[in-house]
């Protein structure tokens, strides 16, 4: 599994990667996104898994 499709899959963002199904390439904003999250030292790449989580037990959608 590549770099990216591990990073949506944990956020549960970009649907298509974590599945291997791309049907489009990232935008520029995407990719400055993805690049931003590796930077992250761990603490914080877990800090934003329980926000992403959080996020969607209060989402309707």
Do not use: C, H, N
């Not at 931003?36 to 989402?59: C, T």
């Amino acid at each position: 599994m590549s770099k990216v499709q591990g990073i949506t899959e944990i956020l549960g963002i970009f649907p298509w990667l974590a599945t291997g199904q791309r049907k489009r390439r990232l935008s520029s904003e995407e990719l400055k996104l993805v690049e931003r999250y590796r930077e992250l030292s761990e603490s914080d790449r877990i800090a934003m898994r329980y926000l992403v989580d959080a996020m969607r037990s209060v989402s309707r959608f």
